[in-house]
């Protein structure tokens, strides 16, 4: 942030990305929806969805919370965490955006350590931003990995167990190969910004948002359409004797919270749409990538894009 007040925006490196639009000239901000050409995501509302892709990222992934829960040693301290830890990243997010923007303006763009002009600063930051992203790829990569081995390869495709010997080789193989394909599809899309959007929109915002809602939706209205009295749990066969099924039996477990219900739904729709417009947003992004409008090119390691 420091560094971003007191020198100017990386001229070099946005001519270069983004076209003669964002070459050399002066700064200049916008309260609403920056006009056509005045923003390094897009222009209207393509621009505007992008942007929100991106910040997903602060807040997401809270299907991954459950797995890191089963990690921790004492389970019922998380929700502590979880609250100052998003409290933290979202003021820490949107006070880094407003004061960076407010800089930069239109030349602004994502990863935001090749915005900087000074060199120097641009290589320390880049070398904090691979250390940390690192940390963060291994861990989220572990405990997703994790769960895809358990769940797909063990579950479905009778992998062995991670406790076995022949397990941990197998895990030791897939990681290698996790980790290549990874680096294919990120550096095979022209546009970083792209890649991390329409990730964010379909994986990010569907298990933040929509995934939570509909399962809380379902496992209440199965809850309470419980009649404790008339049913009843045969142990010895595992199985539960209902009085009655269908959508009778549905809607009476959805009317015991009829308002909680009914906002999981709305909750619930609402992930959907903008999922499917954050999608749509990024897939013509990428669109518009491919078919050579965009100055950057796949596999380009060419300095300054």
Known sequence: MGVVAHSPPN?????ASFGDAFGPGPVVTYA?????????????FLGSMNGLNQAVYSYGGCLIFAAFMAEMRHPMDFWKALLCGEVFIYACYLIFGLYVYSFQGQYAFNPITQS????????????LGLVTGLVAAGLYGNIGMKV???????GVFGAPALTEAAGKMLWAAVIPVYWVLAFIVGAAVPQFSLVSGFIGALFILSFTYTLPALLGLGFWIRKDAMVPEEETFDPATGRYAYVDGGFRRYWRGFMKRPVFNTWNVVYMLGGLVTTALGMYSSIEGLIEAFSGKSHATSFGCASPV
């Open 11 to 15: 001229f070099a490196a946005t001519q």
């Open 32 to 44: 609403g929806t920056p006009p056509p050409g005045r923003a390094s995501g897009g222009s209207g």
């Open 116 to 127: 900087l002009s000074p060199y120097w600063w641009q290589t320390a930051t880049n070398i």
């Open 148 to 154: 895809l081995y358990v769940e797909l390869l063990q």
